[in-house]
Every structure is written in structure tokens, then in C-alpha cells.
């Protein structure tokens, strides 16, 4: 196992704990209780510092990385085991022959994280254990300052710090005794920020020391603004020891972090630990972590209050933390709305009233672009939708530096179309009130696509034609965006030998055994590594930089160009998805990352737990049984 695995734990609320297998912070978001408060997010406890007492000596238990390589104390060399199932779990072997366990989940539905320590073997032994606290948002780092308040209110057993004013209180219960004894830890060293090109101190504030006896088992409850009394642990640990055993495979297990009820209702967060709630993101995902795995009223829910967004047929991308405005700058988060209803549709027919509400946003979808709405998207005569602007990333490939749209795209891009023309067929199959209009675009369209699209120098599709709203100018990068004209969507664009081709020459220049590169190699301005500062890693995102939720479109085609037989549903377990699954054991353990290297290794980066990457697995997954 690399030691770079990490580990997750949400509440079913936005907020979550995360931090590596073998500890030492390596992120600003890694932390005991990040807590989700009316949409935005605050690291409340960053960390513990945590020794031992046994007759053979003093032992710490954790590891902290401070500035200049300073790494005081070093617990994690004493880590004999790491086990996932049904939470994290850690087994200390100490030179003395002690043995602790500790455990650590949080409950579902409450701002809340449990800790527990207990003597495995050898002993007595004790416990001191030191909160680490800050009380900032968490994209942000802590300095030392004199405003923070180290003096707890009691509260019973109880002691409740309120840091600063506009966060949310910590709440610390359990059953260790308190010390008084506030200290500040400065200049921790956070390698992956360094690494991102971000600031990398930070300065952490503990009131206090908690003593505990290994005697019996040692619980710290961790609850974020819980003003009642928390759950003891061993009834929250029934608790969601019981709610995870309901759970069909630790895959969709997994799903469940993505699941979240928000301020304003229930969503779905694009990644741990830095994305909240995305438009595209939301309705890709949708599919793998809620329809696959039979979550209906779920999606219903999410898809009701998404419906309520719709303006000048557009979703919106992303909604900021807090009370920012939404943002209007995706031209296939709407599209790719419409696919998710038609699938809840299929798959699980809701009541009258919901179905006319989704039908009715479908309808304001389709209308909004035949017209023409923002940032010149417009469907033309051709049938085709055409969309973009100068200084907009309105594709998925949305990457941006400054002022540069690194991959613009404007036109008519491939999988636009290929969304587009599914949600025309998708329109005319409702009944929409406008049906036949549907009907004339998807047929228009449709032959259009067929006569424009095909790129008999490389066997695949272009990328894009009427570029930069240029007739007839056409951009013929070889990306991965084609294979939705094959795979990935209700309807296919192309049959026979072109669609066979496609599949065929996305797999020979495309496929990775983590995904699909976003760029051929042999194509001008291929990265090979995505690493380095926002800018180099802005520049190399969709430049060849691998991402694994497009191993469910590809599978998809892959399959369907085959004749989906089981022969051939067995031939691509073995070869496309059992890599990913090995995957589940590092990085983000028991997930799937955001992006991976583009060359050999293919080394995991961005987020390392990724909705839409782990929606696509559960989704290929179904589609290879």
C-alpha cells in the first residue's frame, strides 16, 4: 500500500472528516470535523495530538509535520494495521508489546465524529489526548492570533468552545478528564498545498489535555453547534454500524458520502474534500450513485429541486458556498439534466405531479435553447446546437487561467451535440407540448451529426465543427468527448462500422487502465503529468489528464459495438474495471479519484474521492454483469 491513502468519514450533511491512513496532515482540509453550517464549510478540530502510558514508556499514538521536514512525534511508525470495514480503524503495536485500537466514524444525519481507543493487548496503559482546534473556513489556513478563545464552557461532562463569533461551537464530550493548559502549535507543514502550489503553514490552537485509562474502552465525541446531548458512543456506533450493514457492497456504501441533505434540500457534492454541489456533476453522478443502485426517491428529490433552477433553459453549474449567486455557465449541465430525468423516468415512475414538474423543466430546457440563451447558445438550422463565447468555458473541459480558457471549444462540440439530440428524441418521448418541434430538430440534427462529424483521417469524430462559430472550420483534437456519440447516453449517434471505429481508436490512443485521457498523446500541447501550481495544473486538466468517470461512457460503447454478450460483459470487467476496483485500495481509499496521470504510472491527483468517478464504476460495473 502507498502511504499516501486516505480515508473519509461524512454526516449526511455537507461536512466530513478525512485525513491520511498513517496520519500527519499532508492537506488544509484534512481534519476530525469539518462541519457544513447554512452552506458553508468550517474546519472545527483539525487534528489530535494523542500518547500513550504503559509500563514500558511514553508513545505517541499520532503524527505531526511541522515546517523545515520536522516530523515530532512519528506515531504512525508504530501502526500495525488499517482496516476500512465499517469505518476506519487503526492497530497500534507499541515496542513494548501494547497493543491499541482505535476506531473513528461520524453518525449520519448529525454533526458529529466518535473516536474510541482500547488495550488490545499488554497494559495498564492510559491516554493523553490533545484537540487541536481552529475554527476557519476550509479553504483557508490558521495563523496564531490573540483573538482566539481557548476557555471552554462546561456544559455537564461536557465543554463547549466557541472560537470565534460566526462559527459554529465544538462541542467535546466523552469520558476522558480535562486539563486546562491552552497551547499554541505553529508552523505545521502541509506537503500536498506545497505540492498544489497553495500555502502550506498552519498554526492550530489546543485548550487543553484530555486523560483517559485504557481500563475500559476511551470515547471523544466531536459534535459541530450541538447544543443537545450527544448519543453515546456505544448507541451511535449500533447506530451506523446497523445503517451500513444495510448497504448491498462497499461500493455503495461509498455512494452514500456523495448523498447529502444541504441547506435548501438534497444534493449531491461533486468531491471530498474541496467541491460542494455542481450542476454537471450532480446529474452525471446522479446516474451511478442514485439510479444504479436503486435510490429513487433520492434522485426524485434532487432532480425536483434542480427543476426549480431552470432559467432561459439553463442549470445552473455551481452554487458558492454560502449566499452566493448561482452561476449560469454550463451549456450540458441542462442536458445532462434531461438525460437523468428520462432515466428516472424509466427506471422508477413518479407520482403524476412530479413527472409533469420534471416535464415541465425539460420542456423549459429544450425551449430556452432552440431560441438562443446565454453565451451565444443557440440551436441552428442544421439542428445542431452551437454555443460559447470569447473568455467562457462553457464544456465540461472547463478548465481556465486568468483570462485563458485553455480549451475554448466554441462551436459545436462533439458530446454537446450527442447530449443535445438525446434530449430532443428524450423531448418528443415525453409528449412534451412542443413534441413535434422536438421531433423536426432531432432529425435535422441527427443527419447533420452524421454528415459532419466523421473524421475519415482518424477513423473517430472531430471535436468540433463550426469552431470558433467559423462555417465549416472544424477542430479535430482527438479526445474522448466522441465516445458519447457511442456510449454513455439512452440513444446512440452512429451505427456499423463508424461506430465500431470510434470505440476502436478511442481504446488504441485513449485508454489508460484509470480512464480515458483527455488528449491523444500524439496530439500538439499533450501533458503528460498533471502536478505543479493552479496554473500548470489549470493547463494540464483536459490536455491529457487522465479521468476515470469516462470509463462508464466507454464501457457503454465498448459493449454495444460488441453485441453485449456475456462473453464480452466478462471480457470488460477483466479488462477495464478490475483496475479501477484495484484502485479502491489507495489514494482515496474505498473511492475513486478526480483525475489520474495522463503517462505510466498514472499516478491519482485532484480530489481523492470524486462522485461522478465513482458513479461511472457502479454504473460500468452494472453494465458488465
Not at 230 to 235: F, I
Not at 283 to 303: D, K, P, W
Not at 422 to 434: F, M, V
Request: with cysteine; glycine share 10%; hydrophobic share 40%.
Amino acid at each position: 500500500m502507498s502511504d499516501d491513502r486516505e480515508w473519509l468519514e461524512t454526516d449526511g450533511l455537507g461536512g466530513f472528516a478525512t485525513g491520511p491512513v498513517r496520519g500527519g496532515r499532508t492537506r488544509r482540509y484534512h481534519a476530525l470535523l469539518v462541519a457544513d453550517a447554512d452552506g458553508q464549510r468550517f474546519v472545527l478540530v483539525n487534528g489530535l495530538e494523542v500518547q500513550a502510558q504503559t509500563p514500558g514508556g511514553t508513545w505517541p499514538l499520532t503524527t505531526q509535520v511541522y515546517a523545515d521536514g520536522v516530523v515530532h512525534p512519528d506515531g504512525g511508525r508504530f501502526l500495525e494495521a488499517f482496516l476500512l470495514d465499517p469505518w476506519p480503524t487503526w492497530r497500534y503495536r507499541l515496542p513494548d508489546g501494547t497493543v491499541i485500537g482505535h476506531e473513528l466514524f461520524m453518525r449520519h444525519g448529525q454533526p458529529q465524529t466518535f473516536l474510541s481507543w482500547r488495550l488490545i493487548e499488554g497494559g495498564p496503559a492510559s491516554l493523553r489526548v490533545r484537540p487541536l482546534l481552529s475554527g476557519r473556513n476550509y479553504h483557508a489556513v490558521h495563523r496564531e492570533n490573540a483573538a482566539f478563545r481557548f476557555e471552554p464552557e462546561r456544559q455537564g461532562e461536557r465543554l463547549r468552545f466557541q472560537p470565534y463569533d460566526g462559527v459554529p461551537p465544538v462541542i467535546v464530550g466523552g469520558n476522558g478528564t480535562w486539563r486546562q493548559d491552552p497551547i499554541w502549535y505553529r508552523s505545521f507543514h502541509y506537503a500536498e498545498e506545497e505540492r498544489r502550489g497553495l500555502d502550506a503553514r498552519e498554526d492550530l490552537a489546543s485548550p487543553g489535555e484530555l486523560s483517559f485509562d485504557l481500563a475500559g474502552e476511551a470515547s471523544l465525541i466531536l459534535s459541530a453547534g450541538a447544543d443537545e446531548a450527544e448519543a453515546p458512543l456505544a448507541y451511535a456506533r449500533g447506530f451506523e454500524s446497523e445503517r451500513r450493514r444495510a448497504f448491498r457492497s462497499p461500493l455503495h456504501l461509498a455512494a452514500d458520502a456523495y448523498l447529502v441533505t444541504r441547506k435548501g434540500g438534497p444534493t449531491i457534492i461533486a468531491g471530498y474534500p474541496w467541491f460542494t454541489d455542481w450542476g454537471r456533476d450532480t446529474f452525471i453522478a446522479m446516474r451511478g450513485l442514485c439510479l444504479a443502485t436503486g435510490r429513487y426517491t433520492e434522485a426524485l428529490a434532487i432532480l425536483r429541486r434542480w427543476a426549480e433552477t431552470v432559467r432561459g433553459g439553463m442549470i445552473p453549474n455551481r452554487f458558492p458556498d454560502g449566499s452566493g449567486e448561482p452561476e449560469y455557465n454550463s451549456v450540458d449541465a441542462a442536458l445532462w439534466f434531461v438525460i437523468a430525468v428520462h432515466e428516472l423516468l424509466r427506471a422508477s415512475p413518479p407520482p403524476a405531479a412530479d413527472r409533469a414538474r420534471l416535464a415541465e423543466a425539460v420542456e423549459a430546457v429544450l425551449s430556452g435553447y432552440a431560441l438562443g440563451t446565454r453565451h451565444d447558445i443557440v440551436a441552428g438550422e442544421d439542428g445542431l446546437l452551437s454555443a460559447g463565447e470569447p473568455g467562457v468555458q462553457l464544456t465540461w473541459m472547463d478548465a481556465k487561467v486568468g483570462d485563458w480558457v485553455v480549451t475554448p471549444r466554441i462551436g459545436k462540440p462533439v458530446e454537446i451535440q450527442a447530449l443535445w439530440l438525446n434530449a430532443l428524441w428524450i423531448g418528443e418521448r415525453l409528449k412534451l407540448p412542443s413534441a413535434a418541434r422536438w421531433l423536426d430538430l432531432h432529425v435535422r440534427g441527427r443527419t447533420s451529426f452524421e454528415t459532419r462529424f466523421w473524421n475519415p483521417v482518424t477513423g473517430g469524430l472531430h471535436d468540433v465543427v463550426d469552431a470558433d462559430h467559423v462555417p465549416g472550420k472544424v477542430d479535430s483534437s482527438f479526445r474522448p468527448n466522441q465516445i458519447f456519440a457511442v456510449g454513455g447516453l439512452p440513444l446512440r449517434l452512429l451505427e456499423g462500422a463508424h461506430a465500431r471505429s470510434v470505440v476502436d481508436v478511442v481504446e488504441a490512443r485513449l485508454l489508460t487502465p484509470m480512464g480515458l485521457r483527455t488528449l491523444s498523446p500524439s496530439e500538439p500541447g499533450y501533458r503528460s503529468s498533471y502536478a505543479g501550481g493552479p496554473s500548470d495544473r489549470d493547463s494540464a486538466y483536459h490536455q491529457g489528464t487522465v479521468w476515470p468517470w469516462l470509463i462508464g461512457p466507454f464501457v457503454e460503447a465498448w459493449l454495444r459495438v460488441r453485441g453485449d454478450t456475456p462473453i464480452a460483459r466478462k471480457e470488460a470487467r477483466r479488462r477495464f474495471l478490475h483496475p479501477l476496483l484495484s484502485h479502491l485500495r489507495e489514494y482515496g481509499v474505498g473511492h475513486v479519484s478526480e483525475v489520474a496521470g495522463a503517462d505510466p504510472p498514472h499516478r491519482p491527483g485532484g480530489c481523492p474521492f470524486q462522485a461522478w468517478s465513482l458513479g461511472e464504476l457502479l454504473r460500468a460495473e452494472m453494465a458488465c454483469r
